[in-house]
């Protein structure tokens, strides 16, 4: 059963803006950790972002801090990843990640224990 639901990769160029969706009817019920990961051609997953759903606070990694924001609406049970400035070193697919949590411990992607299958960011120069 898929948990999570990426949407809303694509190909902008270079200072554009995206907007990623992650559905999760099961995580934004209750107080859990989800986050961002991204994974480049030929390099690990990294953490681009987390929310701690119970109170809204977020974290997110230093190369995207300023022009990413991570948001939760409860009410539409989803999880957003707000891009903007987009770099071509951005270029990579975009995977939602959830955990049943007290709290976020970081940008681990071991921390993790659901995935969605990702979604597809492109940016041109």
């Known amino acids: 059963e898929d948990w999570l639901q990426e949407s809303g990769g694509d190909s902008v160029p270079a200072g554009g803006s995206l907007t990623l969706t992650c559905g999760s009817s099961?995580?934004?019920?209750?107080?859990?950790?989800m986050g961002w990961f991204r994974q480049r051609p030929g390099k690990e997953r990294e953490g681009v972002a987390t929310?701690?759903?119970?109170?809204?606070?977020?974290h997110y990694a230093s190369s995207v801090e300023g022009r990413f924001t991570i948001s939760q609406d409860k009410a539409e049970k989803m999880v957003y990843l707000e891009m903007n400035s987009l770099k071509p070193d951005d270029t990579a697919m975009y995977y939602c990640?959830?955990?049943?949590?007290?709290?976020?411990?970081?940008?681990?992607?071991?921390?993790?224990?659901?995935w969605g299958r990702g979604t597809q960011v492109t940016v041109s120069s």
């Open positions: 099961v995580y934004t019920h209750s107080s859990n950790c």
């Open positions: 990640a959830a955990r049943f949590s007290a709290f976020c411990a970081g940008l681990v992607p071991n921390y993790f224990t659901d």
């Open positions: 929310i701690y759903t119970g109170d809204g606070s977020s």
